[in-house]
């Protein structure tokens, strides 16, 4: 149930700017948020979003085939020892894939660590920079990421200017 006080469109951060200087115009805009951006039907359907990546511990998320969602659940710990690593090529792999059709939001529970991190990794893979200019870029759209300690030291190790096969 959602707390009536609660500005959901606050949460909602298009950060599509970087990907349409620099590509076709019908990819699809990628959007950040928390659970609650993902629990509403409402705000779904009015951003057009019908792929929803749960990056969760937890996800209480049911969608049903009439609501054309494709909802994918990446099981993950908001923990600085949680090996992220291991669940980013796979993540990426889905934005890249559904960005060519759909909308996506990628949320986690608070919008703030592992969907954040998430999304900073696809900038720093899809433009080969480094952590800290996808952060910034990141953190230009949506104030208020913070993601763990752990995820960011992950992250900063992370070396993708090598991997030249993938779309990213």
């Known amino acids: 149930m959602q707390n009536k006080d609660y500005d959901i469109s606050s949460n909602w951060i298009v950060i599509n700017q970087m990907i349409t200087n620099q590509e076709n115009a ?3 805009n990628l959007f950040l ?6 629990k509403s039907l409402e705000i779904l359907n009015k951003y057009n979003i019908r792929t929803v990546l749960s990056i969760c511990d937890f996800c209480d998320l049911n ?4 609501n054309q969602i494709n909802h994918f659940i ?3 710990k908001d923990e ?3 090996d992220l690593k291991q669940d980013i090529d796979k993540c990426l792999d889905l934005i890249d894939t559904f960005l060519q059709t759909s909308n996506i939001l990628v949320h986690c529970q608070m919008g703030k660590s592992r969907s954040a991190s ?3 990794a696809y900038f720093m893979k899809k433009y080969q920079i480094n952590f800290d200019s996808a952060y910034q870029q990141v953190l230009k759209l949506k104030p208020d990421i913070k993601p763990n300690n752990g995820f960011i030291l992950q992250l900063k190790k992370m070396n993708f200017y090598q991997i030249k096969n993938k779309k990213y």
């Open 26 to 28: 019908s990819i699809g």
């Open 33 to 38: 948020g928390n659970i609650w951006s993902a």
């Open 63 to 66: 969608f049903d085939e009439n």
């Open 74 to 76: 990446i099981e993950a």
């Open 80 to 82: 600085p020892n949680y």
């Open 118 to 120: 998430i999304v900073i």
